[in-house]
């Protein structure tokens, strides 16, 4: 089964510290024979429809899923943001989240 991560695009956030919104890219890759995670693709919005629909595009044409605190809450750090975006990449049950953004 192949697996997925993720990696933040951008995160802006108000005047007191809180994260109003972000967006991440998803990508799907497999462990090599020395156990490196290598990502062979990335995924786009037809790839990611078991997350709802707000993705907004990259000047490059590909898009991006586009967060706000209406998905993730009240939240200040980016180790919260991986706490809510690992339960994002579980979400998927036709990939694995890496090892590190398994959550727990």
Do not use: C
Request: no cysteine; net charge positive; aromatic share 14%.
């Amino acid at each position: 089964m192949k697996k997925s991560n993720y990696k933040f695009w951008f995160i802006r956030r108000d005047d007191d510290g809180f994260i109003e919104e972000a967006a991440i890219r998803f990508y799907e890759g497999d462990y090599d024979a020395e156990g490196k995670y290598v990502r062979s693709r990335r995924l786009d919005k037809n790839d990611l429809k078991h997350l709802d629909k707000k993705f907004i595009k990259e000047s490059s044409g590909v898009d991006a899923k586009f967060y706000t605190r209406i998905d993730f809450g009240q939240i200040k750090t980016d180790d919260e943001l991986r706490a809510f975006l690992n339960k994002e990449l579980a979400k998927d049950k036709t990939r694995k989240p890496i090892e590190e953004q398994k959550g727990g």
